[in-house]
């Protein structure tokens, strides 16, 4: 589980010529699309939430501007640095200025676009050892705007140049890769691009791959698809949850469960979670741990026990938004979490903070438990629960959300709440 990607780097340092005086003042990626949001702060809120937790800005143009508002800042678990490139050489003068700082494979995006996928899927994605890149492809109708990208078997063996004469559907570069970090040892001659000098010359050698996925995919680098940012990004940010509760969800109620060697995944637990990740559903783990309470282990515990867990489904391309845990019980043996509290399920509480904390949207969230005190836990927050019995949770899984989404809602490509 060493390999688990945990940096994304992430370039700011484009001009945004085409939008005029719109980014005259900031880079591109800094443009609000609502009052106080930015549309970094998306993609940085989305990284984060995928347990991507070391983040690194690449900023050159007005890089003092990206340094201000993000150097040093914490997004949810993730730690956001800032990388200025003295002069302006391309992006990929831009990522060899960040060369002492890269991990042995890192995601790059670009901070100018939005490809809604499960980036965590795409990191776990199996690269061959002569394959120094992967990138995320989308398949779109009207591919005139955007040079195309050729794929046989997974790997990419060429880019066309944008050609408004081109017409019928094909797969684009969606601005979202993983990297070797070996790939900086190609930048020879500056100023140098990725998506122009290395990429072509690693495709021509055979060591480039590509994966197709389907998502919500914007580019905010002209006026009008901006102006459509603003119209539609804060509702791609806005996702349902599914709740689960842990011991007898996702992993066997041994009792008082607290090490790694004691997780004994339930059977398409990992699947499930995977799945819901997929179709761009919040995770959120609610879990009393009365355990901590009673004294039979140290709050650290848990936390190290889920980082592990985040780690085990990581290697699936899986990953949990949130874990959230009470350690109180009235009648614990360790003082200071003898209490009564309204987080210790029946209670809404760790519900309720999650609904506060994150950008839910409640009306069509749902939460799985395998005791009734959970799902009164649920009821008490205003949301349905389902009472897991034992089985599969992949299939179980499904058949909730069938029974949630119902016909009221239209199915959409990218996901099932995709604006
Ligand atoms: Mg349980």
Redesign the pocket.
């Known amino acids: 589980m060493t390999d688990v990607i945990r940096q994304a780097c992430i370039l700011v340092g484009g001009k945004g010529t085409r939008l005029g005086d719109l980014a005259r003042m900031v880079p591109k990626p800094l443009l609000e699309i609502a009052p106080g949001t930015t549309f970094l702060d998306l993609v940085i809120g989305e990284l984060a939430r995928q347990g991507f937790n070391d983040l690194v800005l690449l900023a050159g143009h007005l890089g003092d501007v990206v340094r201000e508002r993000y150097d040093g800042r914490t997004v949810a678990a993730a730690r956001v640095r800032v990388v200025i490139e003295p002069e302006p050489r391309g992006t990929g003068g831009a990522l060899t200025c960040a060369g002492d700082l890269l991990t042995p494979r890192f995601l790059l995006l670009n901070g100018d676009s939005l490809f809604d996928i499960n980036m965590r899927a795409l990191a776990a994605e199996p690269m061959a050892a002569d394959v120094e890149g992967l990138l995320a492809l989308r398949r779109i109708a009207d591919p005139a705007r955007y040079g195309t990208v050729a794929l046989t078997d997974n790997r990419i063996t060429g880019f066309r140049e944008k050609n408004p004469a081109v017409s019928g559907p094909a797969l684009i570069n969606a601005g979202i890769y993983v990297l070797r970090a070996s790939v900086i040892n190609r930048v020879s001659t500056l100023p140098c691009s990725i998506e122009t000098d290395i990429f072509p010359a690693l495709a021509r050698e055979g060591r480039l791959a590509g994966v197709e996925r389907e998502g919500y995919f914007l580019d905010i680098g002209l006026p009008e698809t901006l102006a459509q940012g603003r119209r539609e990004l804060l509702a791609v940010r806005r996702r349902p949850a599914v709740f689960l ?5 996702l992993n066997v ?1 041994h009792g008082y469960v607290h090490r790694p060697d004691q997780i004994d995944w339930i059977p398409g637990a990992i699947a499930a979670v995977r799945s819901l990740n997929d179709l761009g559903y919040r995770i959120v783990v609610v879990t009393n741990q009365a355990g901590v309470a009673h004294g039979h282990y140290e709050e650290e515990a848990v936390h190290t026990l889920h980082a592990w867990m985040r780690d085990a489904l990581a290697a699936h391309g899986a990953f949990i938004d949130a874990f959230y845990h009470c350690p109180y019980h009235p009648d614990g043996k360790v003082e200071r979490f003898r209490l009564a509290h309204v987080d210790r399920k029946p209670g809404p509480g760790m519900i309720l903070r999650a609904l506060a904390d994150l950008d839910i949207d409640k009306e069509n969230s749902f939460l799985i ?3 009734q005190s ?1 799902i009164a836990a649920a009821e008490a927050a205003g949301i349905p629960g389902f009472l897991f019995a034992g089985g599969n949770l992949a299939e179980f899984v499904d058949d909730c959300r069938k029974r949630r989404v119902g016909a009221a809602l239209g199915l959409q490509a990218g996901g099932e709440f995709a604006p």
């Open positions: 509760d842990r011991d007898g969800v109620d438990g395998d005791k959970d």
